[in-house]
């Protein structure tokens, strides 16, 4: 079992999470850069892999991070690794320009997870990790139709 030091290092996306000013958007930016990292060396396994890894961490570091920092904390970011890293899905499958693709996929996931429209807010009222994953895989999933629908339209 990992000490609850472990669980906030984890939780808080790499420290990012601790940033005084937008911490979800410097937690989604790290989770990009752990993203970028997993592709460019495991190809789409390896966003495949960063992306279980991020849900099943989700639910392994959530409970302590909420004892420490509260329900639904800003400085808990992991949430924000698994909707970036859904994000990207479309990128590596239609091999598009990583560091294009990367960005627009930021900008997308953060702009969805922001404003919290099309139900997204709705599914933050489950309980515990659920409430706090749930609306960051939706926001995800949104973020792809939409770089599916520009990779087809667009570029």
Not at 39 to 44: I, L, R, S, T
Not at 96 to 119: E, Q, T
Not at 147 to 154: A, D, G, P, T
Request: hydrophobic fraction near 50%.
């Amino acid at each position: 079992m990992l000490s609850p030091k472990w669980h906030y290092f984890f939780g808080t996306g790499l420290g990012f999470g601790y940033s005084p000013m937008a911490p979800g958007t410097f937690g989604t930016l790290s989770g990009l850069i752990v993203a970028i990292c997993a592709v460019v060396g495991f190809g789409f396994w390896g966003l495949l892999l960063f992306i279980g890894i991020s849900v099943w961490g989700n639910y392994y570091f959530y409970e302590e991070c909420e004892k420490k920092f509260g329900a639904d904390p800003g400085a808990y970011v992991l949430d924000e690794w698994v909707g970036i890293g859904i994000t990207l899905i479309p990128v590596v499958i239609w091999n598009m320009d990583l560091y294009i693709g990367s960005a627009l996929a930021f900008g997308l996931f953060r702009f969805f997870d922001v404003s919290k429209i099309l139900g997204i807010d709705y599914l933050q009222s489950y309980p515990k990790a659920h409430g706090v994953l749930f609306d960051d895989i939706l926001a995800g999933i949104y973020s792809a139709i939409c770089l599916i629908l520009l990779i087809f339209m667009v570029l």
